[in-house]
């Protein structure tokens, strides 16, 4: 683990960084690393949405390719499955030997969408949590916990280089973690489908369903289902599954303890480690790949049954009443 006293900034005194792409990220980012002192300019294409608030927020704020062509270092955090096609129109020209291109997520080079020239340092840092967070923490004078990896050092310094920018975003105060485009990409594809985004909403809405069809209020279904989980997760987060256990009843523990693994079952976890491999494999990439040229057909149609749950309509109603959401 690298922490703000293993790292020197000094390595960036003379770089400019180039943060392409001022969404959920790119705006934490760049800000954080404008208010760390670090050289930074955002490259956005003119016209969209980001250029202005960038604008705003007193960064200079240029096309992609200008913004590629002047930097030392090329951070591109804009979404996953365009950054090939804007690394091939407008990025890979602006590259120079000895720059650095960096990254918050391995998918592109990891799965070979990017593919860059041998004489260019490759990177990335990566915060471990959603932008807004990134953005709020710092400013709270604390950060997020991140990753570092190196797929390749043609400098001989892009481990430093990589970290120092960790700093700059505040990520080192908390902690930042070593590992590789690799391990970063197949655990972070992982734990999103079966764990963090696909699991926990399948089970909620399992959960929810449930209590309904057998009659029960919905408000309370999802009181009970959705709401609580909050609560729950912030105890196993604040001091583990025992801090939960020491925080429910008895009851609770007895019956969550004896029940589960009715639920996930040694079936579930075959299913986990074939979505792994499929991961591994690059089964699920090319997937999302033939998605994308198609213009996300099934993302759009499944977003929409998404959106049609009586979970979500409840949901909303019970979170605008107290004020949760807008
Ligand atoms: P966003 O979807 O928030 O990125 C949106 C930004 O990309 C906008 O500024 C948008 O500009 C710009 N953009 C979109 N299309 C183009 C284009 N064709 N040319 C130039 N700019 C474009 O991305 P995220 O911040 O979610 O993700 C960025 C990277 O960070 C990804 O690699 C992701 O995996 C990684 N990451 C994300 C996390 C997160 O919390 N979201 C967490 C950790 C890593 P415009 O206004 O013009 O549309
Ligand atoms: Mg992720």
New binding site residues.
């Given amino acids: 683990m690298y922490y703000d006293k293993d790292v020197d900034t000094d390595v960036l005194k003379n770089k400019k960084i180039a943060v392409?792409?001022?969404?959920?990220?790119?705006m934490a980012q760049a800000r954080n690393m404008a208010d760390s002192g670090l050289n930074i300019v955002v490259?956005?294409?003119e016209g969209?949405?980001?250029?202005n608030v960038a604008k705003n927020d007193g960064l200079t704020v240029l096309s992609?390719e200008e913004a590629a062509k002047q930097a030392d270092i090329i951070h591109?955090?804009?979404?996953?499955e365009?950054?090939a096609?804007?690394y091939e129109q407008?990025i890979k020209d602006g590259l120079e030997e000895g720059n650095t291109l960096s990254?918050?997520?391995g998918?592109n080079i990891h799965f070979g969408y990017i593919k860059p020239p041998k004489n260019v340092n490759i990177s990335m840092i990566?915060?471990?949590?959603?932008?807004a967070m990134v953005r709020q923490t710092y400013e709270e004078g604390f950060g997020i916990p991140g990753l570092v990896a190196v797929e390749n050092d043609y400098s001989g310094n892009t481990l430093e280089l990589a970290l120092a920018m960790g700093k700059g975003v505040g990520l080192t105060r908390a902690g930042v973690l070593e590992t590789t485009f690799k391990e970063e990409t197949e655990t972070d594809l992982f734990g999103e489908q079966a764990v963090l985004c696909g699991g926990v909403t399948e089970l909620i809405k399992d959960g929810f369903e449930t209590l309904v069809e057998a009659g029960y209020q919905p408000e309370l279904a999802y009181f009970e289902t959705c709401h609580e989980l909050k609560l729950i997760v912030d105890l196993i987060y604040k001091n583990g599954f025992a801090g939960m256990w020491d925080n429910v009843s008895n009851t609770a523990e007895f019956g969550g303890l004896i029940r589960r693994e009715r639920l996930i079952t040694p079936d579930t976890k075959k299913e986990m480690k074939k979505i792994l491999e499929e991961i591994q494999k690059g089964e699920f990439a090319k997937e999302w790949a033939l998605e994308n040229q198609a213009g996300q057909p099934q993302l759009k149609r499944l977003r929409a049954i998404e959106g049609e749950l009586l979970i979500e309509k409840v949901g909303s109603k019970l979170r605008k009443l107290c004020g949760l959401q807008k």
């Fill in positions: 392409i792409g001022y969404g959920s990220q790119g490259g956005l294409r969209g949405k980001s250029w992609v591109i955090l804009i979404p996953d365009i950054q096609k804007v407008s990254f918050s997520h998918y990566a915060p471990k949590g959603p932008g």
